[in-house]
């Protein structure tokens, strides 16, 4: 889908998604052509640094296509993690060890910003081909576990900020990395 907005290859329009980003970012986008240079302004950004393949179960994280170069860089200022941790794991130690891959990938004071899900095993997402809801599982976590499997990998509790949305059943977290 990145790749497909990237390359220009669908007509789908992200206006409305723009204007709502841009808002949230103080900017009120007055006409078309401001909200296209907002557009490519991101595509030129996403095109420098690439687009990768993760799997958060593997030590280095990204998966190279075949012809895909290394990125550049090797470890980052800042890694964010929305809603997938708890998707892709099936048990808390296996969470940690994704949390241990992915702050491997943050340079000595670089941030983590990470959304999950809060005390809750299910979800749905579209439609199956029958028509019924899609069900996918989600482990089980709460915010001190979160917190603790971060202090164990080398986070710094002292920058953490934290902002559960209580009723909605998710939390979102940035911390700095140990310098
Ligand atoms: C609930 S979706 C969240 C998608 C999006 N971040 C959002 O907030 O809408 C869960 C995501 O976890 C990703 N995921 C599942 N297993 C993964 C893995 N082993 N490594 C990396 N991502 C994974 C899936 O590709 C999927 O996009």
């Not at 007509?11 to 296209?36: C, M, Q, Y």
């Not at 000595?108 to 910003?113: A, R």
């Not at 028509?131 to 915010?143: I, M, P, V």
């Not at 164990?152 to 140990?178: C, H, P, Q, R």
Request: aromatic letters at 8%; one cysteine or more; glycine letters at 6%.
């Amino acid at each position: 889908m990145l790749d497909d907005w990237l390359y220009q290859r669908t007509p789908f329009s992200w206006e409305r998604a723009i204007h709502v980003i841009a808002r949230t970012e103080g900017l009120h986008l007055k006409n078309d052509k401001e909200v296209n240079a907002v557009e490519e302004k991101a595509r030129k950004l996403v095109e420098n640094g690439g687009i990768f393949k993760a799997d958060v179960h593997t030590k280095n994280v990204l998966i190279l296509n075949n012809d895909q170069q290394k990125p550049k860089d090797q470890t980052y200022d800042i890694a964010v993690s929305v809603f997938c941790l708890e998707s892709a794991c099936s048990t808390h130690d296996e969470y940690k060890q994704a949390l241990k891959n992915i702050i491997a990938l943050i340079n000595p004071g670089g941030y983590l910003i990470l959304g999950s899900v809060i005390d809750d095993v299910i979800y749905n997402s579209g439609l199956s081909l029958v028509g019924d809801s899609k069900l996918f599982t989600l482990l089980d976590l709460d915010e001190e576990f979160i917190v603790k499997s971060m202090e164990e990998n080398g986070m710094d509790l002292t920058t953490l900020k934290s902002y559960s949305l209580n009723n909605d059943g998710v939390a979102f977290f940035m911390i700095a990395k140990n310098s």
